[in-house]
């Protein structure tokens, strides 16, 4: 017998209750839990004989275990758990939503989750029964506020102007005017009037008879501030792409009125959807008139909760598993990795387990990357289906898994196999139709045909993939047979219409739609699909009243609004669509399909007057010289960029190219387009005049142009829609810079044109840099444009060590709703939503803090363990629990809120290089915030660590970022700007010490080290982790033989024994004849190792471009030299000391004794940027440098 220990229990606890069902022993199990079942507190049991008797694959028998407990134990924990997992698979078991229903109509629930179920089921039975009177009754019961009433719109870009106060904050300001939204679902969809970014506001109103506790369910996607009785109940902080989340909060209600009253984020569209649900018979929904409570910054005292908790406990696998499942069906997918993960740490061999765990890395955790999910799925499977317990379901989602690695052979015999273990194995037979569509394996397709087939025509999951190989394969008349068996098996759904649709009575499918509409009014399907029906009547005043009906539900639909334009434009009213659209993108600027709509009804682009023609340039350039030095010219670069108020883009871009040479022709023949983009001209024009078009350009991000020829002109011209900067994956608003001007090739017409409306608040900020020409401003039709237009520009000669491009060359930039406020905001937002630690991830923590006392060493050591524990890469923003646990990511957020929970103050410091600062504006730049450090507070001491590289001293900021100006992100504080201490260069020097020894024959043998300081060391530390002590050697000899040619190495030791920021070799090495007798003379080589300066700076005569030394440049060290013989020192004692504005250089030559030689060196040279007219005397400096170490003289004299 297998013993169990789990959560504290004893062994045979364990075993007794759920260590037999997670060890795939589910008939032992389901005795063992039906023999507990009777007892009325042992929800657990029941739902653990429920999932023993799913288990087993007995369709008859699973349903038939539902329904008894349905009836036996109504309103719990298993009940509510039966209808959930079910409701996913009802399709499976026909009979389940009638039997259930008639179970369910009977029920008076409390519980809020299954009040929602009950509502689905009823409204389900109710139109399978066309019974409106149950139909209103269970939505009436189910518990949600369904109307509340909106405020306007306020604000454009909903992050940052959420943590703002807007009027309808004031209850004064409030207005019977407003609209009031009304949802039977429960779920509240945005009214068009407040459609778009920006901040909503919504009141809503209930009556209380009697005192009571009530369980609040909170469902939305993002930031949310819920106000009751004007105190805050709810603050929560969410964004879009995390999905929405489900919240529960405990509170107590007095008789009589409440007011609710929810202020939410709204990035776009209608997203900004909520539903709010009470559980408690004894209130009812009054209409929100007028809020009558001020908001105040009180709290109303309430208690957030996992509603399962008390009855699923903390002690049980089995709860560990269904926290799990309910956490899934919440779209918490974060949360029921961390149980699945932690039950399969306990069971490992549990089909059940692993397979729950698998799918959910195969359909779910999008938060952690794609190969990062694949292969923890393959990991896990590869045991899985390896063990003769192995369950049909984990062998068809091993096949799934096969197929998105590409090997249909195995995903084909995985299925089978599932098959032979479970005839009527959905999972299976889904994949084998996905995988015969996608390889084109017919006889898989009968196969599976003749399975699907003889399973019945009351199986409706069947009947269903039935009707979508019939329609994949064109058979109208299985189609219509099929629907009209699916009509009367779920005459809830669209079979029936569909059915009517294909015998070309219209008239009866409008009517089944209509009937079916309403039962789910919210649903926009059922006025859109009685518009489509009309149309085909050509009865387009019907089609026009229900397309403004699916409007009317979804504000958000495109293919309502585009029929709607059709239907305007087909009668002639231009106007009309032309204010529809504009109308829709006053709520939605940003939709790109829209405005490709508008300029196609207008017949013109939105930058028509400053488009260009092709073929006057082309005929304007054939008269000009060609060029001899290049391989193509760029004879017209033009971007024009229309802005919107909410922060969305189009960009018109226009290129014309020539080729000049044959490797012209590969270059430019190859042409890369942006996504979403519309193309409005993509050519090759000869110089005859003759155009050539490609094939096809039709949803393809990169294409070959064929027939491309010297002396050709390739014409590309498209216009690309982009959402508002707030959807960018680093949050701000972005900025948007165009250079006039390359290093690559000839630039002929660069221009940028600006377009925005006047007075858009705020404006854009807009700057140039090293323009040769004054600005093109104007103002027309309500519109600002800017234009900046270049010519005949060259290429600039590249030289090392030059500055970065955009020091010099002609660039103008603009940067639209920017401010530092907004900056923060948005990344305070992003920070709290990743800064959640798990239970377990919290469980490190406290094993952190509990390891030393001083809080600053306890820091230090926590920074060590845990930058050095994780492999860096560039994605700041994972969540931290993922970080931690793949030990991959950033370790910034991971470590502040480690900081944090010790009790030392910490923050983020979004900063840039300081170099930025001279090229770039000093307006805020949040491209530019490119790195994370954090600021610890220790009382009054204040220390910066950089989370981003392993091996550095606690305290250390790398040497580009000292001095810069850094954004430090505080909630609390309006704009918190700093400026990052300096620090000596000395922290990024490199050192070096030789020790030779020289016979009297001339042989050396000799030692030495190299000492490298900073992130440099850091680097180093990491790359020669990555060799193996043959590489180490070659790489470490091939730098002896640069200073010594001839030498030969010995050992090389990494010291281990090094402090954080620092990285040693050292080594061994010997030379058989290192000096060379000449008559009573040795003649050596040069002792010193060579400077990088001479051969990184100074190896032009002359400089047109500034001359740039990005980092200081450190070096010191010494040479010791001892002569083992006879032999002794002729020598020149030398003392160099250099001083000038460029840096520093001293050495120094000296005898310590008649056989030994000191040599020393030293330089400092800062980082700095020469002038061109400055580099002279920079060259003089290396040079007397040079000629210094070139004329050491350190012969030796043999002995007599």
């Known amino acids: 017998m297998l013993l169990f220990f789990f959560f504290g229990l004893t062994p045979i606890q364990a075993t007794d209750l759920d260590g037999e069902f997670f060890a795939n022993r589910f008939e032992l199990s389901q005795a063992l839990y039906e023999a507990k079942k009777s007892d009325a507190q042992n929800h657990l049991d029941r739902i653990g004989w429920f999932l023993s008797v799913v288990a087993r694959q007995d369709n008859e028998a699973t349903q038939n275990a539902g329904l008894s407990i349905l009836r036996e134990f109504p309103d719990s924990l298993e009940s509510e758990f039966v209808l959930a997992y079910m409701k996913a698979l009802r399709d499976q078991f026909p009979g389940w939503i009638d039997q259930a229903g008639e179970i369910l109509v009977d029920w008076q629930p409390v519980r809020p989750e299954t009040k929602g179920l009950r509502a689905f089921y009823l409204r389900l039975l109710a139109s399978y029964q066309d019974d409106q009177a149950l139909h209103t009754r269970a939505l009436s019961e189910s518990g949600y506020i369904q109307a509340w009433r909106y405020a306007p719109l306020y604000g454009q870009y909903p992050i940052p102007d959420f943590e703002r106060e807007w009027p309808a904050e004031q209850i004064k300001t409030w207005s019977l005017a407003w609209p009031v939204q009304t949802s039977m679902s429960g779920v509240m969809v945005p009214p068009s009037s407040v459609r778009g970014a920006g901040v909503l506001y919504a009141h809503a109103k209930i009556k209380v008879e009697h005192p009571n506790d009530f369980l609040l369910r909170l469902y939305a996607f993002q930031n949310l501030d819920l106000y009751l009785d004007g105190k805050k109940l709810v603050q929560k902080r969410a964004l879009l792409e995390m999905g929405p989340k489900v919240n529960y909060y405990r509170v107590t209600l007095a008789k009589g009125e409440h007011e609710f009253l929810i202020k939410l984020t709204q990035t776009r569209g209608a997203n900004g959807q909520f539903s709010l649900q009470l559980s408690g018979d ?78 959910l890395y195969l359909t779910g955790a999008d938060y952690l990357s794609q190969d990062e999910r694949l292969g923890n799925a393959f990991n896990l499977l590869r045991v899985l289906v390896n063990s003769p317990q192995a369950l049909p379901d984990t062998f068809a989602l091993m096949g799934r898994l096969m197929i998105q690695a590409n090997r249909p052979q195995d995903a084909l015999q995985l299925f089978r196999t599932a098959l032979t273990l479970q005839a009527h194995h959905n999972d299976s037979l889904d994949g084998l139709l996905a995988l015969s569509g996608r390889e084109n394996l017919i006889d898989v397709r009968e196969q ?80 859109s699909a009685i518009a489509n029906d009309y149309a085909r009547l050509g009865d387009h005043v019907n089609q026009r009243y229900w397309l403004e009906q699916t409007m009317a539900v979804d504000p958000t639909n495109f293919r309502a609004l585009s029929d709607l334009v059709d239907l305007d434009c087909y009668e002639g009213k231009l106007d009309q669509a032309r204010a529809r659209m504009q109308d829709a993108l006053e709520q939605d600027p940003g939709n790109g399909r829209l405005r490709q709509m508008l300029s196609h009804l207008d017949g013109r682009t939105a930058f028509e007057s400053f488009r260009v023609d092709s073929f006057s340039v082309v005929e304007k350039t054939l008269q000009r010289p060609t060029p001899q030095d290049a391989d193509t010219e760029l004879v017209l670069d033009q971007m024009m960029i229309r802005l919107f108020a909410d922060g969305s883009q189009m960009r018109y871009t226009h290129l014309l190219r020539r080729v000049l040479t044959k490797a012209g022709v590969d270059e430019e023949s190859e042409i890369s387009l942006p996504e979403d983009v519309e193309i409005l001209e993509l050519r090759t024009i000869k110089p005859d005049g003759s155009v050539l078009y490609p094939a096809d350009i039709d949803h393809k991000s990169s294409l070959t142009l064929s027939g ?52 858009l608040d705020p404006e854009p900020q807009i700057f140039s840099k090293n323009f040769p020409f004054p600005l093109e401003r104007n103002e027309e039709n309500g519109l600002v444009s800017v234009r900046w237009l270049a010519k005949n520009m060259p290429p600039l000669n590249a030289e090392p060590a030059m500055p970065n491009p955009g020091y010099f060359l002609p660039t103008a930039t603009f940067y639209f709703n920017t401010t530092y406020r907004e900056i923060r905001d948005f990344f305070i937002n992003a920070i709290n939503t990743r800064m959640v630690p798990s239970r377990g991830l919290k469980g490190e923590m406290v094993s952190w803090a509990q390891e030393e006392t001083d809080l600053r060493k306890r820091a230090e050591k926590v920074y060590a363990f845990v930058v050095d524990s994780i492999e860096p890469d560039q994605q700041f923003y994972r969540d931290i629990n993922q970080v931690w646990q793949t030990k991959s990511g950033n370790a910034g957020l991971l470590l502040c809120r480690t900081f944090n929970e010790m009790g030392i103050p910490t923050h983020l410091v979004l900063t840039r290089p300081k170099e930025l600062e001279t090229i770039s504006s000093p ?258 400096f290396l040079n007397s440098i040079n000629e210094n170490e070139n004329t050491i003289s350190v012969n030796m004299e043999a002995g007599t």
């Open 448 to 527: 599976v045909k003749k399975q699907l087939e003889a399973f019945g025509p009351q199986d409706g999951w069947a009947q269903k993939r039935l009707l979508d190989i019939a329609k994949a394969e064109g058979n109208t008349e299985r189609t219509v047979e099929l629907l009209a068996n699916l009509g009367r098996l779920f005459p809830w759904d669209s079979y029936l219409a569909e059915w009517y649709d294909l015998n070309e009575n219209l008239e009866a499918a409008i009517e089944n739609l209509k009937q079916r509409s309403a039962y789910f009014p919210e649903s926009a399907y059922f006025p």
């Open 708 to 759: 491309v020829s010297v002396g050709d002109f390739i014409d590309e011209e498209h216009i690309q829609y982009l959402p508002p900067a707030y959807y960018d994956k680093d949050g701000a608003d972005a900025s948007m810079s165009f250079v006039f001007q390359g290093i690559d090739r000839i630039y002929h017409h660069s221009e940028l044109v600006l377009i925005y409306p006047k007075g």
């Open 282 to 359: 004894n209130f009812e929904t009054v209409s929100p008139n007028l809020p009558q409570k001020q908001l105040t910054d009180l709290a109303y005292p309430a208690m957030e909760m996992n509603p399962y908790q008390k009855e699923l406990g903390s002690d049980r696998s089995l709860a560990l598993f269904l926290q799990g499942f309910y956490a899934q069906l919440r779209e918490d997918d974060e949360t029921a990795l961390e149980n699945y993960e932690a039950l399969r740490q306990t069971y490992p061999d549990s089909q059940w387990a692993g397979a729950a765990l698998a799918n």
């Open 923 to 1180: 307006v805020p730049i949040p491209d530019f915030y490119t790195y994370g450090l954090l600021q610890l507070k220790f009382g009054q001491k204040i220390v910066f660590v950089d989370p981003n590289q392993k091996h550095l001293p606690f305290g250390y900021i790398p040497y580009e970022y000292r001095g810069a100006k850094g954004l430090l992100l505080d909630e609390h504080a309006d704009v918190v700007e700093i400026t990052l201490p300096e620090s000596s260069a000395q922290s990024e020097r490199i050192t070096f010490a030789y020790e030779m020894a020289i016979d009297d024959t001339g042989a050396m043998t000799g030692s030495g080290s190299e000492t490298f300081y900073g992130s440099f060391a850091g680097n180093l530390v990491e790359r020669y982790k990555l060799l193996n002590k043959p590489e180490i050697k070659q790489r470490v000899e091939a730098g002896i033989n640069g200073n010594y040619p001839g030498t030969q190495v010995q050992t090389v030791t990494i010291a281990e024994d090094q402090p954080a920021g620092e990285f040693q070799l050292a080594h061994t090495f010997s030379h058989p004849a290192f000096g060379v007798l000449e008559g009573q003379t040795f003649k050596l080589p040069r002792l010193l190792p060579e400077t990088v300066l001479i051969q990184n700076y100074g190896s032009l005569a002359e400089r047109h471009m500034p001359l740039h030394i990005r980092r200081p440049l450190v070096n010191e060290g010494t040479v010791r030299v001892t002569l083992n013989g006879k032999a002794h020192w002729s020598v020149e004692p030398k003392n160099v000391n250099l001083k000038t504005e460029f840096g520093v250089y001293k050495l120094t030559v000296k005898r310590e004794s008649e056989q030994v030689l000191l040599i020393k060196r030293s330089y400092e040279v800062p980082d700095q940027l020469i002038a061109p007219e400055n580099y002279p005397k920079f060259l003089e």
